[in-house]
């Protein structure tokens, strides 16, 4: 019952900009943090972001950091990923993820095995 679609993915010329969504279905979204994960092809799957479920906390991947930006809107049981400067190494399907926590925590996690659902991936492919 529990969905995650991720949106946005395509194909830039390296420096360009895409920014990525996520729509969860059937599940209090608001319960949940959220990561963003990669996997390029041939290579294991590696943290990207995570936010807490407020939005609140936040934390990047360091190859990402100052380049990749993770935000929520719980309202609209969606996060985002704002990718600017985006180099070939940035090259991946990308993946939202949900992992259930309890209040208040303001947890974020940066482990991909904590994570209870996952959608199904959107490709970014970054030329030079």
């Known amino acids: 019952q529990e969905y995650l679609v991720e949106s946005g993915g395509g194909l830039v010329q390296a420096g360009g900009s895409l920014r990525l969504s996520c729509a969860a279905s059937?599940?209090?979204?608001?319960?949940?943090?959220m990561g963003w994960f990669r996997q390029a092809s041939g290579k294991e799957r590696e943290f990207v972001s995570t936010?807490?479920?407020?939005?609140?906390?936040?934390d990047y991947a360091d190859s990402v950091k100052g380049r990749f930006t993770i935000s929520r809107d719980n309202a609209k049981n969606t996060v985002y990923l704002q990718m600017n400067s985006l180099k070939p190494e940035d090259t991946a399907v990308y993946y939202c993820?949900?992992?259930?926590?309890?209040?208040?925590?303001?947890?974020?996690?940066?482990?991909?095995?904590?994570?209870?659902?996952w959608g199904q991936g959107t490709q970014v492919t970054v030329s030079s």
């Open positions: 993820a949900a992992d259930q926590d309890s209040p208040y925590t303001g947890r974020i996690s940066s482990t991909s095995n904590t994570y209870e659902y």
């Open positions: 059937g599940l209090i979204f608001s319960r949940y943090i």
């Open positions: 936010i807490s479920r407020s939005g609140g906390r936040t």
